[in-house]
């Protein structure tokens, strides 16, 4: 019974996400107006805004206008409940689930939307690493770096705070990595690798996730990237100079850790 409420309330949760993937790039409101078609702009009916369900009896169009939704929708909403599905199963019913859940959610609009826009907004980034700091003090992080740090200083923080100090700390590092080597990048190419968003994105997992798991996240996405781009690009017949979206690979690799990782 569980397993099943934690999947509708991700499909809810991924309808939600739709909305911030399309209108947060175009700086709109993600509470008004009330969800519209993109095409004719028709506002859609409540019974029609049904997470998946709706999108199949509608067989992908809209009602008014007929033309065809994007195939984004239901694939977010499925993603987000089977996400939530696995974070109950990992975690049970528990602080680090609720963690977990949040952090895959902000997750897959981040990627979702870095590969449709290019974009990463600051609501979902630096909201993100704000909550990720906050979280570390309901659910604390493992000690790592700045325990250590601390313990040569003298101070022994409490546990709740340690956690705060871990998740600063790998929120500065981990983005502060990020950025020197997008301007490496740009020093040795001149023209941009990475963005900000992808640096204050970086910030996020480190917040969330703490240094040792978001440097692998780093790494993981690196991989795909570099494997899943060269193909990308030899199918479709792109050029080497083509933006890939690093924030896409960033942000699943990032699930897979927090799913699977032993840190969260």
Request: aromatic residues 10%; hydrophobic residues 55%; glycine residues 10%.
């Amino acid at each position: 019974m569980i397993p099943f409420l934690a999947f509708l309330f991700g499909l809810l949760i991924g309808s939600f996400l739709n909305v911030c993937i399309h209108r947060l790039p175009e700086e709109e409101s993600v509470v008004h107006p009330r969800s519209r078609c993109p095409h004719c702009g028709q506002p859609i009916r409540w019974y029609d805004n049904i997470p998946v369900l709706s999108f199949v009896l509608l067989a992908g169009r809209c009602r008014d206008c007929q033309a065809a939704l994007s195939f984004l929708y239901p694939v977010v909403e499925l993603a987000t409940g089977c996400l939530f599905v696995l974070v109950v199963a990992r975690f049970g019913l528990s602080m680090a689930a609720l963690k977990a859940a949040l952090f895959v959610a902000l997750m897959l609009a981040l990627g979702a939307t870095d590969l449709l826009t290019r974009l990463l907004p600051d609501e979902l980034t630096l909201g993100g690493a704000g909550a990720g700091l906050a979280l570390s003090l309901v659910h604390p992080l493992q000690p790592g770096l700045a325990s250590l740090l601390l313990g040569v200083l003298g101070w022994r923080p409490s546990p709740r705070l340690g956690s705060a100090a871990e998740s600063l700390l790998a929120a500065t590092v981990s983005a502060g990595l990020l950025y020197l080597i997008a301007e490496l990048y740009y020093r040795i190419r001149f023209r941009e690798g990475m963005g900000l968003g992808d640096v204050k994105m970086m910030a996020m997992i480190g917040a969330f996730l703490g240094l040792r798991q978001a440097f692998l996240a780093v790494i993981l996405a690196s991989i795909a990237g570099t494997v899943l781009g060269l193909l990308f690009i030899l199918l479709f017949r792109k050029g080497l100079a083509y933006e890939l979206p690093f924030g896409t690979f960033l942000a699943f690799s990032s699930i897979v850790l927090a799913v699977w990782g032993s840190e969260t």
